[in-house]
């Protein structure tokens, strides 16, 4: 069909693979989904019941500025809430960004396995994506600033890093940004940050406060397990702010979100809990896996990825992700991130983190 008698996609679009979200098994079967780096230890009660006394006043807009939240996200972090703005979800604090700064033909930076939406975030706004390798599945900041042209307006650094749960110490990312144009903006997007347990690691609070080309975002998806109700906010200069409350939804935050984000991000215990189980099953988990034979990369988030043998077909990960969905466990297939023979798996509970290891023991040895 002559595509002049239709509307047209502006270039750059169709070239942007769908994005495709953990799965959740077979229908019918009963399955573990651990796939998509979601809490095991679900939401806080706290944040529970505030969503729930939402339910009695539906017929009314949210607060368009999502003032309590901001207010409960500055007060734990010690923040100046003018210099906060919520979401829904991070994800789409990725796309406003590429869409007020990238203009069509400038370029956007990231590592060869960075998360997947900045890609699609940058095609769609008319961008270039720019992708830099990485070190030892690390971002390396040398070939990020030799990357860098005239064009360059967005670098784009997940610290950590998904799939991998590799991240880069913040000495380098102080690095990164003191070699950056003025005009770049560094986007440090800290999704798992809370899940960090390392001296030389910040989340990039500090650096924002002290630069006018630096901005921080961050979720309740995950260590808050508020992932169904979409919640994300950045930290940012003024002037960055200002752009972004612009062009942003007026009501992009709903009211079960603020309110339930509100109560999340204080129920300082409950994050705690959920710190102490990922910290008990990181370890315990690379461990067994490496025991049955398998790479494990060393990972600091809520995930790991695991390698498994090249050469083999019978003990390759698509056959492997076939073996655990037959038990019921589903982890995430990464292909698409570079990785045709490994597969993500999701710090879960107890029983599943040890059935994952059982299965592929089974897997293994058959």
């Known amino acids: ?94 796309g406003l960004l590429a869409h007020t700064y990238l203009q069509p033909g400038d370029e956007a930076i990231f590592t060869e396995h960075g998360f997947l939406v900045y890609r699609i975030q940058t095609l769609a706004a008319g961008g270039k994506p720019v992708v830099v390798k990485e070190t030892d599945l690390h971002a390396d900041v040398d070939a990020i600033l030799a990357a860098v042209t005239d064009r360059t307006r967005i670098v784009f650094l997940a610290n950590p890093n998904n799939p991998t749960g590799t991240y880069l110490p913040f000495g380098e990312v102080r690095r990164l940004q003191a070699g950056l144009p003025a005009n770049v903006l560094l986007v440090i997007d800290a999704a798992y940050a809370e899940y960090v347990r390392r001296n030389d690691y ?13 901005v921080m975002t961050r979720t309740f998806s995950k260590i808050h397990g508020l992932a169904a109700l979409r919640i994300g906010w950045i930290y940012a200069p003024a002037h960055v702010i200002d752009v972004l409350d612009r062009v942003r939804g007026p009501f992009n935050v709903n009211s079960m979100a603020i309110a339930a984000g509100a109560a999340a991000i204080r129920d300082r215990g409950h994050v705690d809990k959920a710190v102490a189980h990922n910290e008990q099953w990181l370890p315990w988990l690379t461990g067994e896996f490496t025991k049955l034979g398998l790479t494990v990369t060393p990972s600091v988030g809520n995930f790991l990825l695991i390698h498994f043998p090249d050469g083999d077909p019978a003990r390759a990960a698509d056959a492997a992700d076939r073996h655990l969905q037959q038990a019921g466990y589903v982890l995430r297939r990464v292909a698409g991130y570079g990785f045709p023979n490994a597969l993500r798996m999701t710090i879960g509970s107890e029983e599943a983190n040890r059935g994952v290891v059982a299965a592929l023991s089974d897997f293994l040895k058959a």
Do not use: T, W
């Open 1 to 94: 069909m002559n595509e002049l008698l239709r509307p047209a996609p502006r270039p750059g679009v169709m070239e942007i693979a769908a994005y495709v979200p953990g799965g959740h098994g077979e229908p019918g079967r009963k399955s573990v989904k651990l796939s998509s780096n979601e809490s095991p230890l679900g939401a806080s009660p706290a944040a529970i019941e505030a969503a729930r006394n939402e339910l009695d006043h539906m017929e009314f807009y949210p607060d368009g500025a999502s003032n309590a939240l901001r207010a409960a996200i500055a007060e734990v972090h010690g923040l100046n809430p003018s210099n906060i703005l919520c979401s829904n979800g991070s994800d789409e604090l990725l």
């Open 202 to 214: 910040e989340s990039g609070i500090e650096l924002v406060s002290q630069a006018q080309n630096v």
